[in-house]
T-cell receptor, first 111, second 113 residues
Framework: TQLLEQSPQFLSIQEGENLTVYCNSS?????LQWYRQEPGEGPVLLVT?????EVKKLKRLTFQFGDARKDSSLHITAAQPGDTGLYLC???????????FGTGTRLTVIP | SAVISQKPSRDICQRGTSLTIQCQVD?????MFWYRQQPGQSLTLIAT?????????ESGFVIDKFPISRPNLTFSTLTVSNMSPEDSSIYLC??????????FGDGTRLSIL
């Protein structure tokens, strides 16, 4: 089992604050995906990063893939209540067909 | 992206019974997967549903407990057999669309009494 540890596990912040979620592993991944899951729904793909050191921005969300492709981070600027949800990172390894999911970060943004 | 429909969306079942969950995709896909998400936790892969052959199960999951069918490239079923309260989870169907793009249905929320 390839372990992807996310931190923090829980995060509760006020609207307008910034936050960073981390996804760490001792294994190398060919790509890494970030998902957000809201109650009663399945995970929704936010972004895929594939190159070491890559940075992708999606409005107020910034995703970074580590240089060694073992870790990733998600930074949210000026969090909104609509950002509330479970954030999951998932790594893919070369030759494997399935994703290995991280332990998850549950974010609550308080209005 | 593909539209993935799961049925039922939720169910409450008696201990010892079985439930079959259906997953329908609006386009042909090669890779289909079944995941379990226990309350408050992340996703664990149960198996890869292979079209025309037996599913490939992950460690800790067996065919007798979670039989899977994949009759064509748009449809799959997962049966949860001889259910116990420990099987109370969300069961999610997922498809792979091209490289680095995997999408999920909304899941089936299963409670066993």
């Amino acid at each position: 089992t390839q372990l992807l540890e996310q931190s923090p596990q829980f995060l509760s912040i006020q609207e307008g604050e910034n936050l960073t979620v981390y996804c760490n592993s001792s294994s190398v991944f060919s790509s890494l995906q970030w998902y957000r899951q809201e109650p009663g729904e399945g995970p929704v793909l936010l972004v895929t990063v594939v190159t070491g050191g890559e940075v992708k921005k999606l409005k107020r969300l910034t995703f970074q893939f580590g240089d060694a492709r073992k870790d990733s981070s998600l930074h949210i600027t000026a969090a909104q209540p609509g950002d509330t949800g479970l954030y999951l990172c998932a790594g893919e390894q070369t030759g494997a067909n399935n994703l290995f999911f991280g332990t998850g970060t549950r974010l609550t943004v308080i209005p | 992206s593909a539209v993935i429909s799961q049925k039922p969306s939720r169910d409450i079942c008696q201990r010892g019974t079985s439930l079959t969950i259906q997953c329908q995709v609006d386009s042909q896909v090669t890779m289909m997967f079944w995941y379990r998400q226990q309350p408050g936790q992340s996703l664990t892969l149960i198996a890869t549903a292979n079209q025309g052959s037996e599913a490939t199960y992950e460690s800790g999951f067996v065919i007798d407990k979670f039989p899977i069918s994949r009759p064509n490239l748009t449809f799959s079923t997962l049966t949860v057999s001889n259910m116990s309260p420990e099987d109370s989870s969300i069961y999610l169907c997922s498809v792979r669309e091209g490289p680095q793009a995997q999408h999920f249905g909304d899941g089936t929320r299963l409670s066993i009494l």
